[in-house]
């Protein structure tokens, strides 16, 4: 199958998805998960349509970045940031969707202000409270925004959460639900520095669910590319 094939085949699923959810397909946005694919990949995947490109290593980014492989889409970062790496992401991206403790988010808006720019991030949400996971609990998410007056070079956009892998269609839902439901009371408090517009949840297992329970984004990477091959480097 071809990438443009697999992401055809995507968007007729979300598309479904969101009509029988009583929602507007154009409202939910497709985030290609490029992880281990090289430049050829990420320009066939944005030729064919991606909303945006999602990448989870600092090394995989800069050195797309320098081939000029985003072109033409907007580039997120989604994996695991060390503080002492935000240079090299920072104002390079247009969202880091995994902003997942506090030392991070500080490390950014330190960044975002010595260049003179503000950058829009989401919060990580450990919506199952998985040990093997970074992100913040859906209490400690409520503490943050409180706090993101403090943050003048860091904007919330929203939310991102990856709940365990699921066996069974479905259960995720409740996460995912839990997610929705925590953006609803943020958005009714009106804190300063956020807007929630975007809640990312929902990857190749369980994107359907995700758009059920109102995800706007969802990150595909095997559906699109294919299984990746972890024996490779
Ligand atoms: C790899 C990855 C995805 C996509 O996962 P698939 O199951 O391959 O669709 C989504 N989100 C993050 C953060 C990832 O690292």
């Given at each position: 199958?071809?990438?443009?094939?697999?992401?055809?085949?995507?968007?007729?699923?979300?598309?479904?998805?969101?009509?029988?959810?009583?929602?507007?397909?154009?409202?939910?946005?497709?985030?290609?998960?490029?992880?281990?694919?090289?430049?050829?990949?990420?320009?066939?995947?944005?030729?064919?349509?991606?909303?945006?490109?999602?990448?989870?290593?600092?090394?995989?980014?800069?050195?797309?970045?320098?081939?000029?492989?985003?072109?033409?889409?907007?580039?997120?970062?989604?994996?695991?940031?060390?503080?002492?790496?935000?240079?090299?992401?920072?104002?390079?991206?247009?969202?880091?969707?995994?902003?997942?403790?506090?030392?991070?988010?500080?490390?950014?808006?330190?960044?975002?202000?010595?260049?003179?720019?503000?950058?829009?991030?989401?919060?990580?949400?450990?919506?199952?409270?998985?040990?093997?996971?970074?992100?913040f609990t859906v209490a400690e998410?409520?503490?943050?925004?409180?706090?993101?007056?403090?943050?003048?070079?860091?904007?919330?956009?929203?939310?991102?959460?990856?709940?365990?892998?699921?066996?069974?269609?479905?259960?995720?839902?409740?996460?995912?639900?839990?997610?929705?439901?925590?953006?609803?009371?943020?958005?009714?408090?009106?804190?300063?520095?956020?807007?929630?517009?975007?809640?990312?949840?929902?990857?190749?297992?369980?994107?359907?669910?995700?758009?059920?329970?109102?995800?706007?984004?969802?990150?595909?990477?095997?559906?699109?590319?294919?299984?990746?091959?972890?024996?490779?480097?």
């Amino acid at each position: 199958m071809s990438i443009a094939t697999n992401i055809a085949k995507i968007r007729e699923q979300m598309d479904r998805a969101a009509l029988a959810a009583g929602r507007d397909p154009s409202e939910i946005l497709l985030c290609a998960a490029t992880k281990m694919n090289g430049a050829d990949n990420v320009r066939q995947a944005i030729a064919a349509g991606v909303d945006c490109c999602g990448e989870n290593r600092v090394q995989e980014l800069t050195a797309k970045l320098s081939q000029d492989a985003y072109r033409g889409a907007p580039v997120h970062f989604i994996g695991h940031l060390q503080t002492n790496k935000v240079r090299q992401v920072v104002g390079k991206v247009d969202l880091i969707q995994s902003v997942d403790s506090e030392r991070l988010l500080q490390a950014i808006d330190k960044e975002a202000a010595r260049q003179g720019i503000r950058q829009d991030i989401l919060l990580e949400v450990n919506v199952a409270g998985e040990e093997s996971k970074s992100g913040f609990t859906v209490a400690e998410v409520g503490k943050i925004m409180e706090q993101m007056y403090l943050y003048g070079n860091t904007f919330v956009r929203g939310l991102m959460a990856i709940p365990p892998i699921c066996q069974n269609p479905g259960e995720n839902n409740k996460f995912f639900q839990e997610i929705c439901n925590l953006s609803v009371d943020i958005t009714a408090k009106k804190y300063d520095n956020v807007s929630v517009d975007i809640l990312s949840m929902g990857m190749s297992g369980d994107f359907e669910d995700a758009i059920a329970c109102g995800s706007t984004m969802i990150r595909v990477g095997t559906a699109i590319f294919g299984a990746r091959d972890y024996s490779v480097k």
